[in-house]
C-alpha cells in the first residue's frame, strides 16, 4: 500500500496579487526541473497544507500549492469581521490559477485537488484543456443542490444524528427550514461571538464526518476560531451561490477532458461528498480510470485513497 512521500520543505514561496486587493500564497518544493504538478485544496477556504506535497515523487515534479483567496495565508483573510467575498468566486479563483501557472513560467501542468479542489480542477480544467496535461481527482463535488442538500440541509442526519443536532445548535428553530441560508446571517452577525459559535459548528460538522472514525486531531484543527470562520464563510458563500454554474455544468461539460489523461477516485463511505457524483463524473468522463475504494470516506490521507493518489502521479511522474 502506497504512503506519504517523506516530508519536503518549500524552495520557493511568494504572494501573487491577483486583483480586487488579493494576495495570494504559493509555494514551489520538489524539483525545480521536474514535471509541474498544482494541487489544489478543498473547502473552499480550507488552505494547503504540507501533506499535500508528499503525494507527488520530490524527485520528478516541481510540486505547486497555493491558498485560494480568503484563506491560508493568502490576504485578506475571510476570518477579519468586515470581510468581503464579494471577488472570491469560483471564476475568480479559476483566473487566479492561470494567473499562477503564468506567474511561474509554467506551459501545462498536471491538477490535482480532492473535495472542492476536484471542483475546482474540473472548472478549471473544463476552461483551460490546453493547460492541464493530467487530472487526478478525488471525493468530486460539484456543488449540485443535491450535493448540497445532502450534506447540510440534513441528508447526511440519517447517519450522524448526533452530529448533526450540534449542527443545528446555533441557528434559531424558525430558521432552520434552510439551513445554508441561516448560517449565512449567522456567519457575518455583528456579533463576534455568534460568527465564531456558527464557524465552529460549520468546521466541526465537516471536520467530524469526513473520516470512517472520527480523528480528534482534524477536528481540533478545523475548530480553531480564526480557520473556522473563514473555512465556514467561504463554503457557506459559495453553496449560496451554487458556485456560480450553471445546472449540471461539471458533469455536462466533461466531455471537453476526454483528451487529459485523468484519474478519478472516490470512498465508497463518503458521506460528505457520495460516490452518486463521482459515478456521473465517470459515465461522462469514461476516458478517465475510475477507482471506488471500498473501505474508505471523504478525506485524502485515508490508506486505500492515498494510495490509489499517489499510484497515479507515479505513473503520470514521466
Not at 502506497?2 to 518544493?29: H, K
Not at 475510475?290 to 485515508?302: E, L, S
Request: net charge negative; charged share 20%; hydrophobic share 40%.
Amino acid at each position: 500500500m502506497r504512503t506519504f512521500y517523506p516530508e519536503i520543505e518549500p524552495y520557493e514561496t511568494g504572494m501573487l496579487d491577483v486583483g480586487d486587493g488579493q494576495m495570494i500564497y504559493w509555494e514551489a518544493s520538489g524539483n525545480p526541473e521536474g514535471k509541474p504538478a498544482v494541487y489544489l485544496h478543498g473547502g473552499p477556504g480550507g488552505a494547503s497544507s504540507a501533506a499535500q506535497r508528499r503525494v507527488f515523487d520530490p524527485a520528478k515534479y516541481r510540486i505547486v500549492l497555493f491558498d485560494q483567496r480568503g484563506c491560508g495565508q493568502s490576504t485578506p483573510h475571510a476570518s477579519a469581521p468586515q470581510a468581503d467575498l464579494a471577488t472570491n468566486t469560483t471564476w475568480h479563483l479559476v483566473a487566479d490559477l492561470e494567473k499562477l501557472r503564468e506567474h511561474l513560467g509554467i506551459d501545462r501542468w498536471l491538477v490535482c485537488g480532492g473535495s472542492w479542489g476536484s471542483t475546482l480542477g474540473l472548472a478549471y480544467a473544463e476552461t483551460h484543456p490546453s493547460k492541464v496535461s493530467e487530472l487526478v481527482l478525488r471525493g468530486i463535488f460539484t456543488l449540485r443542490p443535491v450535493e448540497l442538500d445532502w450534506f447540510y440541509e440534513g441528508g447526511a442526519a440519517a447517519i450522524y444524528p448526533d452530529l448533526w443536532e450540534a449542527f443545528l445548535a446555533p441557528v434559531p428553530e424558525a430558521e432552520r427550514g434552510h439551513l445554508i441560508e441561516a448560517y449565512g446571517r449567522l456567519l457575518h452577525d455583528p456579533d463576534g461571538f455568534v460568527r465564531e459559535r456558527a464557524g465552529i459548528a460549520w468546521a466541526t460538522w465537516e471536520s467530524s464526518t469526513i473520516t470512517l472514525l472520527q480523528e480528534p486531531d482534524k477536528i481540533a484543527h478545523f475548530s480553531e476560531p480564526a480557520f473556522a470562520v473563514a473555512f465556514a464563510r467561504i463554503e457557506n458563500h459559495f453553496f449560496k451561490h451554487g458556485g456560480w454554474f450553471e445546472p449540471n455544468q461539471l458533469i455536462r461539460d466533461a466531455g471537453l477532458l476526454a483528451h487529459i489523461p485523468g484519474v478519478i477516485v472516490q470512498g465508497r463511505y463518503d458521506m460528505c461528498t457520495p460516490a452518486f457524483t463521482a459515478w456521473d463524473l465517470h459515465k461522462n468522463w469514461p476516458e478517465a480510470d475510475f477507482h471506488m475504494i471500498p473501505d474508505a470516506g471523504h478525506a485524502f490521507d485515508q490508506p486505500g485513497i492515498l494510495h490509489a493518489i499517489i499510484e497515479a502521479t507515479d505513473r503520470f511522474a514521466d
